[in-house]
């Protein structure tokens, strides 16, 4: 037997030219492979016959079976010995081990293997793991679980049914496990949809090429940013995973960016995104180019091919040659139609990626159903239907039948009917099951603040301060040199009537009857259309969510345990809301949430009907359980990154909920603030008012009374902006949309009370000329009666007020008598009211009173002057002329800080008073430019010696600036020396209680402190500040005051005002360190309280929100009690609601108060530094904030025009620099006589021409 010509098995690759050697001794010839193994193989022989030899159990049959095998391994004749190549090759499996214990754990790991690399499989591949034949949930599995029972003959036919009986458990667990897993489907579809999987589908393979289609079709039409994003995206993502890489663009010829496939490295990584920023077009679409030269490349198994045009090439001829050099190499096409409309395209991609056996991935942005096309999709959506229809079997088997054969569940009543939920035995409406009726609406509704700001008094000029205001003119007092006294206008108290204005000034108005008459008709139109909008608003669906008035819509259903009851009413409202309003919007969703939230769907989807329909669907089959896990569903809402990158983002998100969220009242409003601030995110709290908690039943996360409820969710609405709207089943409680508009039906029905005032006013005043006064004859004029009239001073004015004053002047007959008249004792005159001037304000007639003329006397010669009382006088000194140019003044303001408002602060200090004002100082009549038509030249000609001045334009009119660099120098120190005072007098309002409370000028007041549950924050820092308040302003300035608090109820610290001695105002902060914030917002109480004071002269009312009660309610009963003209000085604490604000605001202007807010967020000493430190050269910056309240705006508004002022006065001196500059550089006379027009600042066109 020749062992020799026996074969032998292959040498391992890395053994290749290493030959085994004999102990001792070195053979250093050359000897073939064939001959080593022979020696190997002889050695291996010699080692097992003297194994053999030694035993001695052995028998003879046993040496000739062994010599037998022996002959036939050696049968063959050996092969000659070869490389193989190994370069990325695949390890072998490990289920390649033939050992049988080995093998049977491995084929048990081999799920786990499947859900870990499942991110790098095809949905194919993954079904066989995942498959509902994998998971034997097929149909023809559940039949298995039935047992045959007895056949039963069909009472028509006669012929026998096949009657199957199925235990309920099996069922049910059966249905379950379908259901997880068309969960388990739907959660791959998500992940294949998110981030550049959308756009390209999951990329396969280990190296693969990329080719990118940059045909002018693909990459024109600004598509090329785009795409250029999306490549990006598509290589941060998934190219790192990857461990070789080769990109290619083709167009009318092809650009690879490496000569050969390269390792992924982050360099490789970032080369690739240059060179994706540098595509650019170039040309057709030659697809078999770029296919030639993709199949000439070594060590792929994948490629990507990303196509956005019809290629140049017929789809047969790409197929057929894909096929053919796909032959034998398993390299499949991962086709992606990027954004094409083109079927074409598609359907050549889709056989391309069949042709290969890959896979076809289609993306667009304007129509998101052409993404579930793709391969991956389709195949897990038919999965999901079949589940489905397995589902659908087993309803129809728990209506007895399954095709022909009769179905029975056994146990299911006993069992099942305890596990229904309670809402399926809740009475249902008519027709609650049925499809939707859907309607679509004829017009966007807008919300009532957008309708009012169209068809408010306001829009349609119907105001009636607007209306008024042609005829009303202000009151005048002026001083008259002759007469030497003040002297007041009396126009108005034969010919026109008083009026109290808007901002508490009092106006004479000429009231034209007939105007008035049309206005109420008008008013009374109005206000109709105004109830027609409010039962508009009330009706239907808008009468449970109010008006959805945003494109984009989300809606938040609570479904807690605590409305398992209400589970119907909540359905139906959603039904009426999708008939009626979603049907013209652009997207919409709906989440319900309980402990955990559920969306109908993963994005917003357009409002179809089919759609409608299907969420109708869904909504049916919801079901009530766990807390209010409000945040979960406004995350599943605001942060869905997959409908960011469609750059479509929710508008509108609308709350439905009967309770208060688990989490924090603060925690939801500041991320509320947080999240829906940069996106213009608007959230709508709707609250629908069930029946308090039963103490049996289900018991919430969180609790709280309806009150403190509906005040969580109105902050929380208008903390995004949104809207707040209150129901239960008898109506409407509470809702802005209708406050809005009640608001305004307020104001015209005030407007009309107003307008009855005026004719009322007019008709008493010619009755009372006319009929009840006698007209008598005129009494002799004598001259003891001029003195008297002289000297009797300034006649009373007699002032009629508004609707308050009315009843009081009925019972006052004031008679109009002639200036002239000598005052009747009898005769009962009505003071002028006004305020009193504080010490430091100075007399306005102190200027006019000291230009007095000064003359000597001396006696005449009595023997020549017969005439007059023998003396005469001579004039030594007159008045100074007024100068024509104005000079620059050098004011002084005092540094100690008056306790005045900043209004009659800046009627001392402002810059008019004290002539710094640079558009007075420069625009004097005498330096007016004159242009004039020469005739002879025919065209506009120059003042002579315009050139010698600047010029600058003041209000449109161009004048030669008079002030000389000097004095603009002068000017612009004087008013930075102001301007720090100013900002001294800033520093000073925000610092101490100041900043909180504004300046307290009043010596007898009533403080007001909001202690209302939403004051729960703030408390520890208001009871610090008004400590600082009660030290710092009233026991300083001696005030008597009083402390009320207001929440549900209200209670005072004293009966009435009391002094600011020590031990008071010890005792005062003593009880305000009890307070506790609670309850609601009584603030129309609290103002009634403070009224029954009669010694208070004023009212500082702090609260951070609106009333409970309506505003105008407020506003009007507070009209009605301060017929003492008491002011109510309002200050916003911690207030970021602008309906509360604006409350605010004008309920201290109706009462001639002021209004002050805190602003916590701007730092008066950080801003008066870098003005002081950096100096004031820019005008703009340190940029000013806009202050609200009255004295800080006030005060910043005259900063800002300080700084306006010092900005112009240096641009006036640069003038004169640059044209001494201009003057020095002219030479030539030609120069000179071609300067025709001045230099002008601002000048304007009809100037320069």
């Known amino acids: 037997m020749d062992i020799f010509g026996s074969s032998r098995r292959s040498k391992p690759s890395f053994l290749n030219g290493i030959d085994e050697e004999t102990p001792g001794e070195i053979d250093t010839t050359p000897k073939s492979p064939r001959e080593t193994q022979r020696r190997e193989y002889n050695e291996k022989a010699?080692?097992?016959?003297?194994?053999?030899?030694?035993?001695?159990?052995?028998?003879?049959?046993?040496?000739?079976?062994?010599?037998?095998?022996?002959?036939?391994?050696?049968?063959?004749?050996?092969?000659?010995?070869?490389?193989?190549?190994?370069?990325?090759?695949?390890?072998?499996?490990?289920?390649?081990?033939?050992?049988?214990?080995?093998?049977?754990?491995l084929l048990q790991l081999a799920d786990v293997e499947a859900a870990v690399n499942a991110e790098h499989q095809?949905?194919?591949?993954?079904?066989?793991?995942?498959?509902?034949?994998?998971?034997?949930?097929?149909?023809?599995?559940?039949?298995?679980?039935?047992?045959?029972?007895?056949?039963?003959?069909?009472?028509?036919?006669?012929?026998?049914?096949?009657?199957?009986?199925?235990?309920a458990y099996d069922v049910n667990e059966f249905e379950y496990k379908l259901n997880l897993a068309i969960e388990t489907y739907t959660k791959r579809i998500k992940w294949l949809l998110a981030g550049s999987k959308r756009v390209f589908g999951n990329i396969k393979g280990e190296r693969c090429v990329i080719c990118v289609d940059t045909s002018d079709a693909n990459t024109g039409f600004g598509r090329l940013t785009a795409f250029q994003e999306s490549l990006i995206h598509l290589i941060d993502e998934q190219l790192p995973s990857k461990k070789g890489a080769y990109l290619m663009s083709f167009g009318t010829d092809i650009d690879p960016l490496w000569p050969v496939v390269r390792d992924v490295n982050i360099r490789i990584i970032e080369e690739a995104k240059e060179w994706v920023m540098r595509l650019k077009q170039s040309g057709g679409c030659n697809l078999l180019k770029a296919m030639k030269h993709i199949y000439k490349l070594k060590d792929?198994?994948?490629?990507?091919?990303?196509?956005?045009?019809?290629?140049?090439?017929?789809?047969?001829?790409?197929?057929?040659?894909?096929?053919?050099?796909?032959?034998?190499?398993?390299?499949?096409?991962?086709?992606?139609?990027?954004?094409?409309?083109?079927?074409?395209?598609?359907?050549?991609?889709?056989?391309?990626?069949?042709?290969?056996?890959?896979?076809?991935?289609?993306?667009t942005a304007s129509c998101e159903e052409q993404i579930y096309t793709g391969t991956d999709i389709s195949v897990l959506l038919k999965e999901i239907q079949k589940a489905q229809d397995v589902i659908n079997k087993i309803k129809d088997m728990r209506q007895g039948m399954m095709g022909s054969a009769l179905i029975s569940i056994m146990n299911e009543i006993s069992s099942e009917v305890q596990k229904l939920p309670q809402s399926r035995f809740l009475p249902?409406?008519?027709?609650?099951?049925?499809?939707?009726?859907?309607?679509?609406?004829?017009?966007?509704?807008?919300?009532?603040?957008?309708?009012?700001?169209?068809?408010g008094l306001k829009a349609k000029q119907l105001d009636l301060y607007q209306v008024l205001a042609p005829n009303a003119y202000s009151y005048k007092e002026e001083f008259i040199p002759v007469i030497k006294k003040a002297v007041q206008s009396q126009v108005h108290e034969k010919a026109m009537v008083q009026f109290k204005w808007h901002d508490g000034t009092v106006k004479n108005v000429h009231v034209d009857m007939t105007q008035l008459f049309e206005y109420q008709k008008h008013l009374a139109a109005t206000v109709s259309i105004y109830e027609s909008r409010i039962d508009w608003l009330a009706s239907g669906s808008r009468r449970i969510f109010g008006t959805v008035v945003e494109?984009?819509?989300?809606?938040?259903?609570?479904?807690?345990?605590?409305?398992?009851?209400?589970?119907?009413?909540?359905?139906?409202?959603?039904?009426?809301?999708?008939?009626?309003?979603?049907?013209?919007?652009?997207?919409?969703?709906?989440?319900?949430?309980?402990?955990?939230?559920?969306?109908?769907?993963?994005?917003?989807?357009?409002?179809?009907?089919?759609?409608?329909?299907?969420?109708?669907?869904?909504v049916l089959d919801l079901q009530c359980g766990g807390s209010r896990n409000f945040l979960s569903a406004f995350r599943k809402c605001v942060e869905n990154e997959e409908e960011r990158s469609h750059k479509i983002t929710p508008e509108g998100v609308y709350l439905f909920t009967s309770g208060v969220p688990d989490q924090d009242i603060n925690v939801c409003q500041g991320f509320i603030e947080e999240s829906c601030g940069g996106q213009n995110i608007k959230l709508h709290s709707i609250l629908f008012n069930v029946d308090d908690y039963d103490a049996h039943g289900a018991i919430p996360g969180r609790y709280a009374n309806i009150t403190r409820t509906a005040e969580c969710l109105r902050n929380l609405a208008h903390s995004s902006g949104g809207r707040f709207h209150w129901i239960r089943e008898t109506g409407i409680i509470e809702s802005d949309d209708i406050q809005v508009i009640t608001t305004e039906v307020d104001k015209c029905l005030n407007f009309s009370r107003k307008c009855q005032m005026l004719i009322d006013n007019v008709k008493k005043k010619y009755k009372e000329r006319y009929h009840s006064e006698q007209i008598l004859a005129l009494p002799t004029p004598e001259r003891s009666l001029k003195k008297k009239a002289i000297s009797a001073g300034t006649r009373p004015l007699a002032i009629q007020y508004e609707a308050e004053d009315i009843e009081e002047t009925k019972r006052i007959t004031v008679r109009q008598r002639p200036s002239s008249a000598k005052v009747s004792g009898s005769e009962t005159m009505l003071p002028m009211r006004s305020k009193e001037r504080s010490s430091t304000t100075r007399d306005p007639l102190d200027r006019v009173k000291n230009k007095r003329i000064l003359k000597s006397s001396f006696f005449l010669d009595s023997g020549k002057s017969k005439v007059g009382d023998g003396t005469g006088a001579v004039y030594r000194k007159y008045p100074?002329?007024?100068?024509?140019?104005?000079?620059?003044?050098?004011?002084?303001?005092?540094?100690?800080?008056?306790?005045?408002?900043?209004?009659?602060?800046?009627?001392?200090?402002?810059?008019?008073?004290?002539?710094?004002?640079?558009?007075?100082?420069?625009?004097?009549?005498?330096?007016?430019?004159?242009e004039d038509n020469v005739?002879?030249?025919?065209?506009?000609?120059?003042?002579?010696?315009?050139?010698?001045?600047?010029?600058?334009?003041?209000?449109?009119?161009?004048?030669?600036?008079?002030?000389?660099?000097?004095?603009?120098?002068?000017?612009?120190?004087?008013?930075?020396?102001?301007?720090?005072?100013?900002?001294?007098?800033?520093?000073?309002?925000?610092?101490?209680?100041?900043?909180?409370?504004?300046?307290?000028?009043?010596?007898?007041?009533?403080?007001?402190?909001?202690?209302?549950?939403?004051?729960?924050?703030?408390?520890?820092?208001?009871?610090?500040?008004?400590?600082?308040?009660?030290?710092?302003?009233?026991?300083?300035?001696?005030?008597?005051?009083?402390?009320?608090?207001?929440?549900?109820?209200?209670?005072?610290?004293?009966?009435?005002?009391?002094?600011?001695?020590?031990?008071?105002?010890?005792?005062?902060?003593?009880?305000?360190?009890?307070?506790?914030?609670?309850?609601?917002?009584?603030?129309?109480?609290?103002?009634?309280?403070?009224?029954?004071?009669?010694?208070?002269?004023?009212?500082?009312?702090?609260?951070?929100?609106?009333?409970?009660?309506?505003?105008?309610?407020?506003?009007?009963?507070?009209?009605?009690?301060?017929?003492?003209?008491?002011?109510?000085?309002?200050?916003?604490?911690?207030?970021?609601?602008?309906?509360?604000?604006?409350?605010?605001?004008?309920?201290?202007?109706?009462?001639?108060?002021?209004?002050?807010?805190?602003?916590?967020?701007?730092?008066?000493?950080?801003?008066?530094?870098?003005?002081?430190?950096?100096?004031?050269?820019?005008?703009?910056?340190?940029?000013?904030?806009?202050?609200?309240?009255?004295?800080?705006?006030?005060?910043?508004?005259?900063?800002?025009?300080?700084?306006?002022?010092?900005?112009?006065?240096?641009?006036?001196?640069?003038?004169?620099?640059?044209?001494?500059?201009?003057?020095?550089?002219?030479?030539?006379?030609?120069?000179t006589r071609s300067k025709v027009s001045p230099f002008v600042v601002g000048r304007p066109k009809s100037a320069a021409r």
């Open 46 to 105: 010699d080692s097992e016959r003297e194994k053999q030899d030694d035993e001695d159990n052995k028998d003879d049959d046993d040496d000739d079976t062994t010599d037998e095998s022996d002959e036939e391994v050696l049968s063959d004749e050996l092969e000659e010995w070869h490389d193989v190549y190994t370069e990325n090759a695949k390890p072998p499996n490990a289920l390649t081990i033939t050992h049988v214990n080995q093998t049977h754990d």
């Open 122 to 167: 095809s949905s194919e591949e993954w079904l066989k793991s995942h498959s509902l034949e994998y998971m034997h949930l097929d149909l023809k599995d559940l039949v298995d679980k039935g047992k045959v029972g007895r056949l039963e003959p069909d009472l028509k036919t006669g012929k026998p049914k096949q009657h199957i009986q199925f235990d």
């Open 300 to 363: 792929i198994d994948s490629i990507v091919l990303i196509l956005g045009s019809v290629p140049d090439q017929n789809s047969d001829i790409l197929c057929d040659f894909i096929y053919q050099m796909g032959v034998g190499r398993a390299i499949p096409l991962h086709c992606v139609a990027y954004d094409c409309s083109n079927q074409l395209t598609n359907m050549t991609l889709r056989n391309i990626a069949e042709a290969s056996q890959g896979r076809y991935h289609c993306y």
């Open 428 to 455: 249902r409406p008519p027709g609650h099951d049925k499809p939707l009726k859907v309607e679509m609406p004829k017009f966007q509704p807008k919300s009532s603040v957008e309708w009012i700001h169209q068809h």
């Open 551 to 618: 494109k984009n819509v989300v809606i938040l259903m609570d479904l807690s345990v605590s409305n398992v009851n209400y589970l119907v009413h909540i359905q139906h409202s959603l039904r009426l809301l999708m008939e009626q309003q979603l049907a013209n919007k652009e997207y919409f969703n709906i989440i319900a949430f309980g402990s955990i939230a559920v969306s109908w769907k993963p994005t917003m989807c357009k409002p179809t009907k089919e759609n409608l329909q299907d969420a109708w669907k869904w």
């Open 880 to 930: 100074a002329p007024k100068p024509v140019r104005k000079s620059v003044a050098h004011p002084t303001i005092p540094d100690t800080e008056d306790q005045l408002s900043t209004k009659e602060w800046l009627r001392l200090y402002s810059l008019s008073k004290l002539k710094l004002d640079l558009t007075k100082l420069v625009s004097g009549p005498d330096c007016k430019h004159v």
């Open 935 to 1231: 005739k002879t030249l025919k065209k506009q000609v120059s003042a002579k010696y315009c050139d010698i001045f600047p010029s600058i334009n003041i209000k449109g009119t161009v004048k030669h600036l008079q002030l000389m660099p000097h004095e603009l120098e002068d000017y612009e120190k004087q008013v930075e020396k102001i301007l720090k005072r100013y900002l001294k007098r800033l520093q000073w309002l925000l610092s101490g209680s100041r900043r909180v409370f504004g300046t307290v000028t009043h010596k007898k007041c009533a403080i007001l402190i909001d202690t209302s549950g939403s004051m729960v924050p703030y408390m520890e820092e208001l009871k610090k500040e008004l400590a600082s308040l009660i030290w710092e302003q009233l026991y300083r300035q001696g005030c008597r005051f009083n402390l009320i608090r207001f929440s549900g109820d209200c209670e005072k610290w004293q009966d009435q005002v009391q002094p600011s001695t020590q031990d008071n105002c010890h005792a005062a902060i003593k009880w305000a360190s009890t307070l506790k914030a609670c309850g609601n917002t009584c603030t129309l109480e609290a103002l009634q309280l403070a009224f029954e004071d009669p010694q208070i002269d004023s009212i500082y009312l702090l609260t951070d929100g609106k009333p409970d009660t309506s505003t105008s309610l407020v506003l009007r009963e507070v009209a009605e009690n301060t017929k003492n003209l008491i002011p109510i000085n309002t200050i916003s604490f911690n207030c970021n609601d602008n309906t509360a604000n604006n409350f605010l605001r004008l309920l201290a202007a109706e009462t001639a108060g002021r209004y002050h807010r805190c602003h916590s967020d701007f730092d008066a000493q950080l801003f008066a530094h870098k003005l002081l430190t950096e100096g004031f050269d820019d005008a703009e910056y340190p940029h000013l904030p806009d202050l609200e309240g009255d004295d800080l705006r006030r005060l910043g508004q005259e900063i800002t025009t300080a700084r306006k002022y010092l900005q112009q006065a240096r641009q006036y001196r640069a003038l004169y620099k640059s044209k001494s500059r201009s003057e020095n550089t002219t030479d030539s006379p030609e120069t």
